[in-house]
T-cell receptor, first 111, second 117 residues
Framework: AQSVTQPDIHITVSEGASLELRCNYS??????LFWYVQSPGQGLQLLLK??????LVQGIKGFEAEFKRSQSSFNLRKPSVHWSDAAEYFC?????????FGIGTKLQVIP | GAVVSQHPSRVICKSGTSVKIECRSL??????MFWYRQFPKQSLMLMAT?????????EQGVEKDKFLINHASLTLSTLTVTSAHPEDSSFYIC?????????????FGQGTRLTVV
């Protein structure tokens, strides 16, 4: 069975500081991996995805993530956080059909 | 990227009534659409997978008779919450996968906030 673990439910970061959101997954084959962002009351926006190839993936809004097969991880990073990055972030894993989401990490950005 | 439109964005209904939520792929054909439910402060839980022209596949624990899914065309899937009760209040999100592209993600709608009073 596929699963996703996001160990940090809530993270607070100062504006301008760096950010890393952790994600560990369990999947039987080579996974498709995703990071989504959700603002309050809104749908999901895809930040980035990994299907194959380069394990360091660049996404929108200055985000990047690195796929580490040996650690079953796909951590999301941003070198300098902006106040507008405050939102909920979901890591997801799946194949062509079913996608399983983590519980989400709520990011708070303080001035 | 591809656009998925979900309607309505918010709906309030009385207990015992039925509510229909539409999910449309606007600029692509989607043979497969997915319906998720999100409880407050929780993740998205897959409810069912909808394939055009065939019956939906429901996840374990999801009541088929309560959450009716119809995928009559390559661009439209509907979720009907029948005889809604306050515990059905939730955020429902659909996603759609493009028909001819294998290595691509599913695109999400903006979600529907259902409140049953």
């Amino acid at each position: 069975a596929q699963s996703v673990t996001q160990p940090d439910i809530h993270i607070t970061v100062s504006e301008g500081a760096s950010l890393e959101l952790r994600c560990n997954y369990s999947y039987g084959a080579t996974p498709y991996l995703f990071w989504y962002v959700q603002s309050p009351g809104q749908g999901l926006q895809l930040l980035l995805k990994y299907f194959s190839g380069d394990t360091l993936v660049q996404g929108i809004k200055g985000f990047e993530a690195e796929f580490k097969r040996s650690q079953s991880s796909f951590n999301l990073r941003k070198p300098s956080v902006h106040w507008s990055d405050a939102a909920e972030y979901f890591c997801a894993v799946g194949g062509y059909q079913k996608v399983t989401f983590g519980i989400g990490t709520k990011l708070q950005v303080i001035p | 990227g591809a656009v998925v439109s979900q309607h309505p964005s918010r709906v309030i209904c009385k207990s015992g009534t039925s509510v229909k939520i539409e999910c449309r792929s606007l600029d692509f054909q989607a043979t497969t659409m997915f319906w998720y439910r999100q409880f407050p402060k929780q993740s998205l839980m897959l409810m069912a997978t909808s394939n055009e022209g065939s019956k939906a596949t429901y996840e374990q624990g999801v009541e088929k008779d309560k959450f009716l899914i119809n995928h009559a065309s390559l661009t439209l899937s509907t979720l009907t919450v029948t005889s809604a009760h306050p515990e059905d209040s939730s955020f429902y999100i659909c996603s759609a996968r493009e028909r001819f592209l294998m290595n691509t993600e599913a695109f999400f709608g903006q979600g529907t906030r259902l409140t049953v009073v």
